[in-house]
């Protein structure tokens, strides 16, 4: 049987690469509750970074199963997302480690008709688009769906700091709020996609 593989996705500024704990946590607990006992002992500080990559912001892509597959670094710009389409998921949609599989979010994602992205609703909740985190804002607090497909570094961290409440949403609780940011690891809130929640289409 073939072992799964998984991605493991994080921004580098001026050749820092950023959160690094949280991700490195990430990659050994995969690793731990696919194998069971780790086969390796995952650590940043160990890639080396080629001097073309040490400017600007980049992405750091990793793909890794029983052992490290690959390493990229690309420059990094965001996707332009201006509007969003709701999207049911089967119930049983799986996402919760990161997968380099992708191929049940990329057909979700090939519903979104004339919006720049999807908004993944699973039995009747929000989750996630299909590359990010989300929150929303009401003005007063930033709420992301207690339901995530993926539960997100970023989406870790900010709960961790309290700058950011879980809670079940509905697509009926959308008017309750202004807008919606997309987050991940190389989208923080304040520097995110942010679009108002009328942008937001069944």
Request: with cysteine.
């Amino acid at each position: 049987m073939t072992q799964p593989l998984f991605l493991e996705s994080l921004r580098m500024e001026e050749g820092t690469l950023l959160h690094t704990a949280w991700h490195e946590q990430r990659i050994n607990a995969t690793l731990r509750a696919v194998f069971g006992r780790p086969p390796y002992d995952f650590r940043f500080a160990d890639l080396p970074i080629a001097e073309e990559f040490r400017h600007g912001v980049v992405k750091c892509r990793v793909v890794y199963g029983q052992r490290i597959e690959k390493v990229e670094f690309t420059p990094y710009t965001p996707k332009v997302v201006r509007s969003l389409r709701l999207v049911e998921a089967p119930d049983d949609l799986d996402y919760h480690l990161k997968y380099a599989d992708r191929e049940a979010l990329d057909t979700l994602r090939e519903q979104h008709g004339t919006c720049d992205e999807i908004l993944i609703v699973r039995g009747g909740l929000l989750t996630d688009t299909s590359y990010s985190n989300i929150l929303f804002d009401d003005g007063k607090r930033l709420v992301t769906p207690s339901t995530p497909l993926l539960d997100g570094t970023c989406r870790q961290r900010l709960l961790r700091e309290k700058r950011i409440i879980a809670a079940p949403l509905t697509p009926d609780d959308l008017p309750r709020f202004r807008r919606a940011i997309l987050i991940n690891a190389l989208l923080a809130p304040e520097a995110g996609i942010s679009l108002p929640v009328g942008e937001i289409y069944p």
